[in-house]
């Protein structure tokens, strides 16, 4: 059974750096593309972005300059940075694993990330 | 980008009512990449189709799904407790993947 969790500070201050981490167990993340998608209140679902194990990504233009998404195959695990955080980066972050081209599944519980000082 | 529009915002209905949820692209989905989720309070997105109308495993078929071009529609032929939530679509035929604004179905 396919499972993931993600990880990181649940609070970060306006400008910094906002970074997750998404623990993969049940199958080798290199099998498959992996993804980040955010989901607040005020824009609804949004997919951050994906990245497949060598190191080959694809982002969400809207985010495209400060989004970096990275794989480590030794660990399993996943990685999202998103630089120069305000409060309309607040939102409950998922990563989640990309199948067949673009579909979701499964996903993360998710993590509320809160951006105040 | 494309843009999905999900019709109705809420459907209000009882269990054991039919329900039909709608979903349009701003633009063609290329090779009927759409999908459905099923999101309910305090939950990640659970997928419920994928290609338009393949269910994911375990879904029940009470769920069904359809459409082609810019036009598609979930259908749960007999709603169960458990199938009252809020549901997306999502298009994966460009980037960025997008998905729509969600259709809440209540109990009525």
């Known amino acids: 059974q396919v499972q993931l969790q993600e990880s990181g500070p649940g609070l970060v201050k306006p400008s910094e750096t906002l970074s997750l981490t998404c623990t993969v167990s049940g199958v080798s993340i290199s099998s498959s593309y992996w993804s980040w998608i955010r989901q607040s209140p005020g824009k609804g679902l949004e997919w951050i972005g994906n990245v497949f194990h060598s190191g080959s990504t694809n982002y969400n233009p809207s985010l495209k300059s400060r989004v970096t998404i990275s794989a480590d195959t030794s660990k399993n695990q996943f990685s999202l940075e998103l630089t120069s955080v305000t409060a309309a980066d607040t939102a409950v972050y998922y990563c989640?694993?990309?199948?067949?081209?673009?579909?979701?599944?499964?996903w993360g519980q998710g993590t509320l990330v809160t951006v105040s000082s | 980008e494309i843009v999905l529009t999900q019709s109705p915002g809420i459907l209000s209905l009882s269990p054991g009512e039919g329900a039909t949820l709608s979903c349009r692209a701003s633009?063609?989905?290329?090779?009927?990449?759409l999908a459905w989720y099923q999101q309910k309070p305090g939950q990640a997105p659970r997928l419920l189709i994928y290609?338009?109308?393949s269910r994911a495993t375990g879904i029940p078929d009470r769920f069904s799904g359809s459409g082609s071009g810019t036009d598609f529609t979930l259908t749960i032929s007999r709603l169960e407790p458990e199938d009252f939530a809020v549901y997306y679509c999502?298009?994966?035929?460009?980037?960025?993947?997008?998905f729509g604004q969600g259709t809440k179905v209540e109990i009525k």
């Open positions: 999502q298009q994966y035929g460009s980037s960025p993947r997008t």
């Open positions: 989640t694993r990309a199948k067949g081209g673009g579909w979701f599944d499964p």
């Open positions: 290609g338009v109308f």
């Open positions: 633009q063609s989905v290329s090779s009927g990449f």
